[in-house]
């Protein structure tokens, strides 16, 4: 019987993923790094695969191989050589012979059929990390959940480590097990987009718990992977399985939709949300904020759950307790979208006292990635452009945004000194009529506050093309609350070369404001 290669997607979610995958499958096994021996243990007989000698040299032919043959001969004429640790070597390997050719040969395939056979008489002996490792491989290379080499090392799998007995509700049924095992690897995001959707598209329905989708949704908002075929499969399970999800786990599945700017197609997504969060909000009160502050990125936040959380029992209710304070927090911001973006809502809204800053400072993934910044090169030309006294770095400003760099300009496109002017513009924003009415009565001269706002690529979906649901949302504020926003994105800061291109990319853009500094700005 020859291994086969591409076995047929059931008819679960065949709809929502119409799209044909491509047969990617063995790409991502040249991103898995090589096999450590001592990081695979002893196997079952107690042979120790780390050393030096013929193991170490078996080790190093099996990566030097130049076909599945060759693969084939150094593991059935070497014997007393082979370790456990060598299959998943000689698997990885396979992965990467095959990356050209992903349809074998019949030679190769009699060889792979040989080689699958090699390890199921072996894999008795295997420890279990190796046999996990090459359960996971084996998945990879495309061999067939009901296939002899997959069954065998399951079965091996099962006889080490018992499984639990299963839930009354979410039968254990193996061939689910694919979109998990790849999802629970260490290393899961180098593995290709084709083999995630091939697993879901080959699961059935009741092999899809709420367990691998919250993993499937972890891995995309982790990642910002903005894939439209996954997240409609998760979008699709939570309104199917409404009755079963309680808030804890629907805060974790809706999670991807804000963080990556997506709002599904399924028609039922909101309706679907809204009478979770009527059925859930006073069960678990974080639950519900994460889920609205997911809708506040995605703009669409429902009256009635609004009306909830901004009443006098639920407030009175988190305080007090240990996640108060990022309660407190991401109220704050829904009432900003409030304030900014829902003038219809008519309900309650979060008492003045209770209000604190809702970005204080750069966000964490800017900390982290300071090194990678180009946060310094972009102040220091400035600083060269406009000098230290023109500008702000890191200002926050109400209710709580915290800004690149920010600079106010006066009616005539001069800027100004920050010395002799106010950097924040009041809020809430005051009307038209307000603003008139104090320009009549203090100045002459109204400055705009202009903000740079950095768009690193971290800023961004993986694609490179859609903005992260919070930074979108604070451009979107920052517009709304009336700071003029100029985004330098990473493409543009990358290609500038040395701190002289730079400077003169920074003039071309803020000339192209209309904006006038030094001798020439008066």
């Given at each position: 019987?020859h291994?086969?290669?591409s076995p047929?997607?059931?008819?679960?979610?065949?709809?929502?993923?119409?799209?044909?995958?491509s047969?990617?499958?063995?790409?991502?096994?040249?991103?898995i790094?090589?096999?450590?021996?001592c990081?695979?243990?002893?196997?079952?007989?107690?042979?120790r695969p780390?050393g030096?000698?013929?193991?170490?040299?078996l080790q190093?032919?099996l990566e030097?191989a130049?076909?599945p043959?060759e693969?084939?001969?150094?593991?059935?004429?070497n014997?007393?050589k082979?370790?456990a640790?060598?299959y998943?070597?000689?698997?990885?390997r396979?992965?990467?012979?095959?990356?050209?050719?992903?349809?074998p040969?019949p030679v190769?395939?009699a060889t792979l059929?040989d080689?699958s056979?090699l390890i199921i008489?072996?894999?008795?002996?295997f420890?279990v990390h190796t046999?996990h490792?090459c359960?996971?491989l084996?998945?990879?290379?495309?061999?067939p959940s009901?296939?002899?080499?997959?069954?065998?090392l399951e079965?091996?799998r099962r006889?080490?480590l018992?499984?639990?007995?299963p839930?009354?509700?979410?039968p254990a049924?193996?061939?689910?097990?694919?979109?998990?095992v790849?999802l629970?690897?260490?290393?899961f995001?180098?593995?290709?987009?084709q083999?995630?959707?091939r697993?879901l598209?080959?699961?059935?329905?009741?092999e899809?718990?709420?367990?691998?989708m919250?993993?499937l949704?972890?891995?995309?908002?982790?990642?910002?992977?903005?894939?439209?075929?996954?997240?409609?499969?998760i979008?699709?399970?939570l309104v199917?399985?409404?009755?079963?999800l309680n808030?804890?786990?629907?805060?974790?599945l809706?999670l991807?939709?804000?963080?990556?700017?997506?709002?599904?197609?399924e028609q039922q997504?909101?309706?679907?949300?809204?009478?979770?969060l009527?059925?859930?909000?006073g069960?678990?009160p974080?639950?519900?904020?994460n889920?609205l502050?997911?809708?506040c990125?995605?703009?669409?936040?429902?009256?009635?759950a609004?009306?909830f959380?901004?009443?006098?029992?639920f407030i009175?209710h988190?305080n007090?307790?240990?996640p108060?304070?990022?309660v407190?927090r991401?109220?704050?911001?829904?009432d900003?979208a409030v304030e900014?973006e829902?003038?219809?809502?008519?309900g309650?809204r979060l008492p003045?006292?209770?209000r604190?800053?809702?970005?204080?400072q750069?966000l964490?993934?800017?900390?982290?990635r300071?090194k990678y910044?180009?946060?310094d090169?972009?102040?220091?030309?400035l600083r060269?452009l406009?000098?230290?006294?023109?500008?702000?770095?890191?200002?926050?400003?109400?209710?709580?945004?915290?800004?690149d760099?920010l600079?106010c300009?006066?009616?005539?496109?001069?800027?100004l000194?920050?010395?002799?002017?106010?950097?924040?513009?009041?809020y809430p924003?005051?009307?038209?009529q307000q603003?008139?009415a104090?320009f009549n009565?203090t100045?002459?001269?109204p400055?705009?506050?202009?903000?740079l706002?950095?768009?690193?690529r971290?800023h961004?979906?993986?694609d490179?093309r859609v903005?992260l649901g919070?930074?979108?949302l604070?451009?979107?504020?920052?517009g709304?609350?009336?700071?003029?926003?100029?985004?330098?994105p990473?493409?543009e800061?990358e290609?500038?070369r040395g701190?002289?291109?730079?400077k003169?990319?920074?003039r071309?853009k803020l000339?192209?404001l209309?904006?006038?500094?030094g001798p020439?700005g008066?």
């Amino acid at each position: 019987m020859h291994v086969k290669w591409s076995p047929p997607p059931s008819s679960m979610l065949r709809i929502l993923l119409s799209a044909q995958t491509s047969p990617a499958r063995l790409s991502g096994l040249l991103l898995i790094p090589p096999v450590q021996p001592c990081c695979l243990g002893p196997s079952k007989s107690g042979d120790r695969p780390f050393g030096g000698g013929p193991v170490q040299g078996l080790q190093r032919l099996l990566e030097q191989a130049r076909n599945p043959g060759e693969l084939l001969r150094w593991l059935s004429q070497n014997p007393t050589k082979v370790r456990a640790h060598h299959y998943p070597v000689a698997l990885r390997r396979l992965g990467q012979l095959l990356v050209s050719q992903p349809r074998p040969s019949p030679v190769e395939q009699a060889t792979l059929q040989d080689l699958s056979q090699l390890i199921i008489r072996n894999c008795p002996s295997f420890d279990v990390h190796t046999i996990h490792v090459c359960l996971h491989l084996a998945v990879l290379l495309g061999f067939p959940s009901d296939g002899p080499l997959l069954c065998a090392l399951e079965q091996e799998r099962r006889s080490r480590l018992p499984p639990k007995p299963p839930s009354p509700h979410q039968p254990a049924i193996y061939g689910g097990q694919r979109l998990e095992v790849a999802l629970s690897c260490p290393r899961f995001l180098q593995y290709p987009r084709q083999h995630l959707i091939r697993s879901l598209a080959e699961a059935r329905p009741e092999e899809l718990t709420p367990h691998v989708m919250v993993l499937l949704a972890q891995h995309l908002a982790r990642h910002r992977l903005r894939e439209p075929q996954l997240l409609e499969a998760i979008a699709h399970f939570l309104v199917v399985q409404e009755a079963q999800l309680n808030s804890k786990v629907v805060q974790k599945l809706v999670l991807p939709f804000g963080r990556l700017n997506y709002m599904p197609l399924e028609q039922q997504f909101m309706p679907c949300l809204e009478r979770i969060l009527a059925r859930e909000a006073g069960v678990a009160p974080l639950a519900t904020v994460n889920i609205l502050m997911s809708l506040c990125q995605l703009q669409c936040l429902p009256f009635r759950a609004l009306q909830f959380v901004f009443s006098p029992s639920f407030i009175n209710h988190i305080n007090g307790t240990p996640p108060s304070l990022i309660v407190r927090r991401y109220l704050s911001l829904l009432d900003t979208a409030v304030e900014l973006e829902l003038p219809g809502y008519q309900g309650p809204r979060l008492p003045q006292r209770q209000r604190v800053p809702i970005f204080p400072q750069p966000l964490i993934t800017d900390r982290a990635r300071c090194k990678y910044s180009h946060k310094d090169m972009v102040a220091e030309g400035l600083r060269q452009l406009l000098g230290e006294e023109n500008y702000r770095q890191n200002l926050t400003v109400p209710p709580g945004y915290c800004t690149d760099f920010l600079l106010c300009v006066g009616s005539s496109g001069a800027v100004l000194p920050m010395r002799t002017q106010d950097p924040f513009l009041p809020y809430p924003p005051r009307s038209c009529q307000q603003d008139q009415a104090n320009f009549n009565s203090t100045t002459q001269d109204p400055a705009q506050r202009v903000v740079l706002m950095l768009r690193e690529r971290w800023h961004f979906c993986r694609d490179g093309r859609v903005l992260l649901g919070s930074r979108a949302l604070r451009e979107r504020h920052l517009g709304l609350m009336g700071y003029q926003l100029l985004p330098l994105p990473f493409e543009e800061l990358e290609s500038q070369r040395g701190l002289p291109q730079l400077k003169s990319y920074l003039r071309q853009k803020l000339q192209a404001l209309g904006l006038r500094w030094g001798p020439e700005g008066g």
